[in-house]
Nanobody
Framework: QVQLVESGGGSVQAGGSLRLSCAAS????????MGWFRQAPGREREFVSV????????YDSAAVKGRFTISRDATKNTVYLQMNGLRPEDTAVYYC?????????????????WGQGTQVIVSS
């Protein structure tokens, strides 16, 4: 059974940091691009960041560029999202996703596997 399990969410004050992890199991994702999305209350799910299968070509949304860093460890089948300089508007449920072919990073339909999400709350 293929699973993506996110962890590392929590509550933090504005300006603080969190590191999210997404552990994949059930198959190897070494040939998959791995991405992060988020959904704030009352809003649609939106793209945050994606990294290619080799782990050397990250792409971030404008909203998080310069503050968030995506990385992956192929040996652990895990992708990370280091979030610095957190703002109240970053409050959301964060989802991990995986897809073999991701020509358009924010196109959610191209991602084949999704995690259940982890809550991030940033207070002012």
């Amino acid at each position: 059974q293929v699973q993506l399990v996110e962890s590392g969410g929590g509550s933090v004050q504005a300006g603080g940091s969190l590191r999210l992890s997404c552990a994949a199991s059930g198959r190897s994702f070494s040939s998959y691009a791995m991405g992060w999305f988020r959904q704030a209350p009352g809003r649609e799910r939106e793209f945050v960041s994606v990294i290619n299968w080799a782990g050397n070509s990250p792409y971030d949304s404008a909203a998080v560029k310069g503050r968030f860093t995506i990385s992956r460890d192929a040996t652990k089948n895990t992708v990370y999202l280091q979030m610095n300089g957190l703002r109240p508007e970053d409050t959301a449920v964060y989802y991990c996703a995986a897809g073999r072919r991701i020509p358009v990073p924010w196109k959610q339909d191209d991602y084949e596997y999704w995690g259940q999400g982890t809550q991030v709350i940033v207070s002012s």
